[in-house]
């Protein structure tokens, strides 16, 4: 294990005594194995996504027969996660499908991918965390349309503080789950390209 250790260390060594020119080529190799993770993981959310979708307007005349407004809280709801997330999956293929074109515009491109994905990461946090409890409100009212007993179903023993009460909490347990999500599906690709770009402009 140490004899390991040793040659890890040697070999991070000699990275760090490369020049620009002969650590360009490598570094735009695990960017762009960085760039393939980062993909995956939007091809695989989006076909998810649409296939919960799909499965969620096909469910909901079975839920609620013949019931118009029950159906419209449902399409709310759908289109309240279809709208932002299509746009933030469509600009996150868009701007990795650029890749790196040379190696004369590897910083800079590396530049414009981190910067793009730490402000695109936090309006995705931000963003979730502000249409959540409209979402959830969508929720309440589906629920409230159906007839029996349901999550959320406002009766003589359920007020609307409670219920308004239990969409702010849900609402946070829900945005911890997404800032978690987040750090393990994208931010630790972006931490990963943050070093690769200070490693190009350490070296001489």
């Known amino acids: 294990m140490d004899e390991l250790k040793s040659l890890w260390n040697a ?16 570094i735009r ?13 939007l091809v695989l ?6 296939v919960f979708m799909i499965f969620w307007l096909r469910i ?12 419209l809280a449902a399409v709310q709801m759908a289109l309240l996660t279809i709208f ?15 890749g790196i074109s040379s190696d004369a515009r590897l910083v800079s491109s590396l530049q414009q991918t981190i910067a793009y994905w730490d402000q695109a990461l936090r309006m995705y946090l931000w963003g979730g965390i502000a ?19 349901a999550f959320f179903k406002i009766d003589v023993d359920t007020s609307w503080q409670e219920v308004i009460g239990g969409v702010v909490a849900l609402s ?22 943050k070093v690769y770009l200070r490693e190009l402009e350490e070296a001489e």
């Open 84 to 98: 932002p997330l299509s746009y933030f999956y469509y600009m996150g293929f868009r701007h990795l499908n650029r």
């Open 60 to 71: 909901v005349p079975w839920l609620t027969p013949g019931n118009g407004e029950a159906y």
């Open 172 to 193: 946070g347990f829900i945005s911890l789950f997404v800032w978690i999500s987040i750090k393990i599906s994208y931010g630790k690709h972006v931490k990963q390209l």
């Open 29 to 41: 190799q695990r960017s762009r194995n960085v760039f393939s993770k980062m993909r995956l993981s």
């Open 131 to 149: 249409m959540l409890p409209a979402f959830l409100l969508s929720a309440v009212w589906f629920q409230n349309c159906r007839p029996g007993e």
């Open 45 to 50: 959310e989006s076909a998810l996504g649409i």
């Open 11 to 26: 070999a991070q060594g000699d990275e760090k005594n490369m020049s620009r020119a002969d650590l360009t080529p490598l």
